[in-house]
């Protein structure tokens, strides 16, 4: 089975520009999450999607990060304008349904530097 | 709110040495409790679980009780590998099934 797929793996920006990464999760999976980890730090839960719609978005900066989740599958994750606090390690989760019991599965994350 | 407080880092170890890296939290709840670990280079992937008050969770060698009159879940190994060594996280989540993670403990073993 074919985990959870992001891209890019690493990305360096200058701060106020923009930049997207994209993640697709395991085949099946109805909930989607991104977590932001800066360095030091655990993850933090930035959004998280049920199929195409948003559960959690409370800790989403939405000023100026975005992120959608077309079809219930695929997800982008935006930051416009960047800021120099924005760089972290951005990790895509996904579950197979919205309950604890069931385990989160994660990718290799996109390790974002903005300069 | 609630949040993970693990012991801080670097953990460092002999092979074969007795292993504990401490994490207690604070809940609103009655949440579930997990240890994920991180190996050099890899993505997060979970280590054991527990979902209710004196559950054990346990796994590759690795323990951990849900122990609700402490408010801790104390992961344990009787004897460590080099191969252990990766940061290892403490979380724990509702049955809406956000993770909220502890700041993690490095753990280094040598031969």
């Known amino acids: 089975e074919a985990g959870v797929a992001q891209s890019p793996r690493y990305k360096i920006i200058e701060k106020r520009q923009s930049v997207a990464f994209w993640c697709n999760p395991i085949?099946?999976?109805?909930?989607l999450y991104w977590y932001q980890q800066i360095l030091g730090q655990g993850p933090k839960l930035l959004i998280q999607?049920?199929?195409?719609?948003?559960?959690?978005d409370s800790q989403l900066p939405k000023d100026r990060f975005s992120a959608e989740r077309l079809k219930g599958v695929d997800s982008t994750l935006k930051i416009q304008p960047a800021k120099l606090e924005d760089s972290a390690v951005y990790l895509c989760?996904?579950?197979?349904?919205?309950?604890?019991?069931?385990?989160?599965?994660f990718g290799p994350g996109t390790r974002l530097t903005v300069t | 709110g609630d949040s993970v407080t693990q012991m801080e880092g670097p953990v460092t170890l002999s092979e074969e040495a007795f292993l504990t890296i401490n994490c207690t939290y604070t809940?609103?709840?009655?949440?579930?409790l997990f240890w994920y670990v991180q190996y050099p280079g890899e993505g997060l992937q979970l280590l054991l679980k527990?979902?209710?008050?004196?559950d054990k969770g346990s796994n590759k060698g690795f323990e951990a009780t849900y122990r609700k009159e402490t408010t801790s879940f104390h992961l344990e190994k009787g004897s460590v590998q080099v191969s252990d060594s990766a940061v290892y996280f403490c979380?724990?989540?509702?049955?809406?099934?956000?993770?909220?993670f502890g700041t993690g403990t490095r753990l280094q073993v040598f031969p």
């Open positions: 989760a996904s579950s197979l349904l919205w309950e604890a019991t069931y385990e989160q599965y």
């Open positions: 527990a979902t209710k008050a004196d």
């Open positions: 085949s099946g999976h109805a909930t």
């Open positions: 979380a724990l989540s509702y049955n809406t099934d956000k993770l909220i």
């Open positions: 809940a609103t709840g009655y949440p579930s």
């Open positions: 999607f049920q199929n195409n719609g948003v559960v959690d």
